[in-house]
């Protein structure tokens, strides 16, 4: 039988990354994400796996962004035994992210189940808990760049640089009778602090590759223009009065943000305010970056001083975050997580988005449906937490910080491949991104497929890849949309209370609310 993959994740969508691949009786997983987003992306991560945990002999990650990694725990408390095999700086992070993943389902859950005992609805459970995540941990296995992986099945797999990630990884894959699979991983944009540019092999036969900005063109700053962006948007923010929220991914994007807040603060350039990190993830994302100083490419500090200014201070205590709410201006506030779809930068929101005088500022890439995405999009109202708030800070966008290769990039990046020789599958892009990236590659005479979710092709000997049967578990158009019916019910609700609020008298409320019910019924 040929070999097989089939896009269990990241296919329509920017999250939930999951290959597996079939070849020599032998199935192998690349990558296990976490779904993120829209509520019915979300969902898929209650949902059955569609595949059996028991019946996966070894998995393959590239790296430890959660939208990679966060399902493992799940993976193996239904039943995966085998070795997950990752680069020593990824098992590194994934020694925190994965529990401190656990320990949010845990509280989040909480929280909703005391808010559907009041209002009648069963209890529901969290995907997995910190102690399955810290169960999931004995399964790893470290292997540095440029090391081959004896695979089951006859299978081989080695690690490259991917540029995205401390640690991250494309992966090469030695199919039997099938050629080479490489799957990109996320693809770094170069010149990052912290990572060496992403490095591939050549001439492979299949490539997976990521489409996350495969319709946009960014004009990168070297490092010293994109420290003047920074120094500007946090002058605006210090000069209307409130605090400068940055809800930023706790690995790589708040230790990137460190570097350049305290370069500019030491230099004289920005006043010496106070910086905190107010997330305990991007704290342990700070020691581990410090453990592998020597890997990172352009630091020659010594640990000790390494991301640790006389100005930054780190929250200890759920206690000390919430002290935070006491100061209302002057200070910047690091939090996790960068979608600000959850953790500790939802309670700096409701704090803060109110207040004309603070300032959001927004340093990566939102998905479709989550809080993020809803304030950059203009939305004059969000609900947080169960509670509706009005949005009047300064919502602003930098967009120099990403850690995804543009479509030039991308571009740049499969040329350096030389030849790929067989066929292109793009992942990990909303369909605008895979689309255009698409007619470029086919324009460079590639045959590319765009594949749905849960879609399955068979890798023959030679001639193209051939679909197979498969069993989506969402409709493209679910995937596809950037809002969901949750979304659109929220911002009905949040638009029936504005517009009642508006309305002259009680009279005039009671007709407008009789117009809706009519409509309802009608």
């Not at 189940?113 to 790893?140: E, M």
């Not at 036969?205 to 990168?220: A, C, I, K, Q």
């Not at 350039?269 to 107010?278: K, N, T």
């Not at 029936?496 to 019924?521: I, P, Q, S």
Request: charged fraction near 25%.
């Amino acid at each position: 039988m040929d070999p097989a993959i089939t896009f269990h994740g990241a296919a329509g969508t920017v999250t939930g990354s999951c290959l597996l691949v079939e070849a020599g009786g032998a199935r192998v997983l690349v990558d296990c994400g976490l779904f993120q987003g829209p509520k019915t992306v979300k969902e898929l991560n209650w949902r059955p796996l569609p595949f059996d945990p028991r019946a996966i002999d070894a998995l393959v990650l590239t790296h430890a962004h959660i939208d990679h990694s966060g399902l493992i725990p799940r993976l193996v408390k239904e039943g995966f035994r085998g070795p997950a095999y990752a680069t020593p700086a990824s098992v590194d992070l994934c020694r925190f992210m994965l529990p401190d993943s656990g320990f949010i389902q845990e509280a989040e859950v909480d929280r909703l189940n005391r808010r559907n005992a009041a209002r009648g609805r069963p209890p529901v459970r969290p995907i997995y808990t910190k102690r399955d995540a810290d169960a999931a941990l004995g399964r790893f296995r470290g292997v540095d760049y440029d090391r081959w992986i004896d695979l089951p099945g006859g299978m081989r797999a080695r690690f490259w640089n991917a540029g995205h990630l401390l640690g991250s990884a494309s992966v090469e894959l030695i199919l039997p009778g099938s050629g080479t699979l490489l799957v990109s991983g996320d693809i770094g944009p170069g010149a990052k602090p912290f990572v060496e540019d992403a490095e591939a092999p050549h001439d492979p036969d299949w490539l997976v590759l990521e489409s996350t900005y495969g319709d946009r063109e960014r004009d990168d700053p070297t490092p010293a223009g994109r420290r003047t962006m920074l120094r500007a948007e946090v002058e605006a923010a210090l000069a209307a009065g409130g605090n400068l929220l940055i809800p930023a991914f706790a690995v790589e994007r708040t230790q990137e943000l460190l570097h350049d807040l305290d370069l500019l603060m030491e230099q004289g350039e920005l006043p010496a305010v106070p910086v905190v990190i107010d997330s305990p993830l991007a704290a342990e994302a700070t020691r581990t970056f410090r453990a592998h100083l020597k890997e990172l490419p352009e630091e020659s500090e010594p640990a000790e001083t390494f991301l640790s200014g006389p100005n930054i201070r780190v929250t200890a205590s759920v206690e000390e975050s919430k002290k935070l709410n006491q100061v209302a201006g002057g200070m910047i506030i690091l939090s996790a997580s960068g979608m600000a779809d959850a953790g500790r930068i939802r309670h700096h929101l409701i704090n803060n988005l109110w207040r004309p005088e603070a300032t959001v500022l927004f340093v990566g890439y939102q998905a479709p449906g989550t809080l993020g995405r809803l304030l950059v999009d203009g939305a004059s109202e969000v609900s947080i937490m169960g509670q509706d708030i009005a949005v009047r800070a300064r919502i602003r966008r930098l967009d120099v910080y990403s850690g995804h290769a543009d479509r030039q990039g991308l571009l740049d990046w499969v040329a350096a491949r030389r030849t790929i020789r067989r066929g292109v599958f793009l992942v990990h892009g909303e369909q605008e991104a895979r689309e255009a990236l698409a007619r470029a590659l086919r324009e460079r005479g590639l045959a590319v497929d765009l594949p749905e979710m849960d879609a399955s092709y068979a890798l023959p000997e030679r001639g193209a890849a051939q679909p197979r049967g498969a069993a989506p578990r969402l409709p493209p158009e679910a995937t596809h949309a950037p809002f969901d019916w949750h979304n659109e019910r929220a911002a009905l609700l949040l638009e029936l209370r504005r517009r009642v609020e508006e309305e002259g008298d009680d009279r005039a409320r009671e007709a407008l609310l009789r117009r809706v019910r009519e409509a309802l019924r009608g």
